[in-house]
Nanobody, 128 residues
Framework: QVQLVESGGGLVQAGDSLRLSCAAS????????VGWFRQAPGKEREFIAA????????YYADSVKGRFTISRDIVKNTVYLQMNSLKPEDTAVYSC?????????????????????WGQGTQVTVTS
């Protein structure tokens, strides 16, 4: 069974940076698309970024484009989300998810249904 574990969240000030990690156990990320989503209190879960493990194609929500960068480390079987210039509105629980790359169309990347496995999430709080 695949397990995803996020880490790297915390409490920071506006303008600071954080790097989130998503590590997989039980299988490698090969042939996967891995995405990051976030959910703020009282709001729906929203897509943030995704990466196709093989092709390294990346996708971003407009709200984080230019500030967040998704990447992957093959050796560590880990996906990272580098978050710069954080804003209070970035405060949320951040979760990573993995799905089958071959099933994920470009239009489907932001859709939660594209992803089969989900982590528990890590809290990111940005104060002003």
């Amino acid at each position: 069974q695949v397990q995803l574990v996020e880490s790297g969240g915390g409490l920071v000030q506006a303008g600071d940076s954080l790097r989130l990690s998503c590590a997989a156990s039980g299988r490698t990320f090969s042939s996967s698309v891995v995405g990051w989503f976030r959910q703020a209190p009282g709001k729906e879960r929203e897509f943030i970024a995704a990466i196709r493990w093989g092709a390294r194609s990346t996708y971003y929500a407009d709200s984080v484009k230019g500030r967040f960068t998704i990447s992957r480390d093959i050796v560590k079987n880990t996906v990272y989300l580098q978050m710069n210039s954080l804003k209070p509105e970035d405060t949320a629980v951040y979760s990573c998810a993995a799905g089958q790359d071959w099933m994920a169309t470009a239009q489907g990347i932001p859709n939660m249904r594209t992803y089969t496995y989900w982590g528990q999430g890590t809290q990111v709080t940005v104060t002003s």
